[in-house]
């Protein structure tokens, strides 16, 4: 089945993907730091993001946790701060959809980067849509069918 009609499997992205502005694919590098960093990293990402339909794969809600876990055992991050990004994080209107029907493409894709970074490409793929994310070694795998765009940070 091509990676498109993959897609569709996605509860009712069509109909949401046509239904608004522009459709982008965020990964958890961007989505943790929009909603858990009040500095200038987070403020640029949080620009990038506004006005966008952000689509993920559901996985991003585990990932974006598990950056923010490191961050907190890591005194980077208060859990005050960790706990106000996870309420922020299910209120957001992000449409998380099931990587079960991109495991074949998630699996093509593993001689050059994870399962979990495929999952984003692979949507992507299948929405025909860039992917934004903060990993550079991300944007420069090679094999992957999508627009990857980078967002850097200041630091």
Do not use: F
Not at 102 to 118: F, H, K, Q, S
């Amino acid at each position: 089945m091509p990676p498109r009609a993959k897609a569709e499997k996605c509860r009712s992205v069509r109909r949401w993907m046509t239904s608004g502005p522009n459709v982008i694919v965020v990964d958890a590098s961007v989505l943790a730091v929009a909603l858990g960093d009040d500095g200038a990293d987070g403020r640029r990402a949080r620009q990038r993001l506004t006005g966008e339909a952000l689509a993920a794969p559901e996985l991003i809600d585990l990932e974006v946790a598990s950056v923010w876990r490191r961050h907190v055992a890591a005194k980077l991050m208060t859990a005050r701060r960790a706990d106000a990004g996870v309420s922020d994080l299910e209120d957001l209107p992000l449409r998380r959809c099931s990587h079960r029907p991109l495991l074949e493409r998630i699996w093509a894709l593993r001689r050059t980067v994870t399962p979990y970074d495929a999952a984003y490409a692979a949507l992507a793929e299948a929405l025909e849509v860039v992917l934004v994310t903060a990993d550079a070694r991300l944007a420069r795998a090679p094999g992957l069918a999508c627009d990857v765009e980078v967002i850097g940070s200041s630091g």
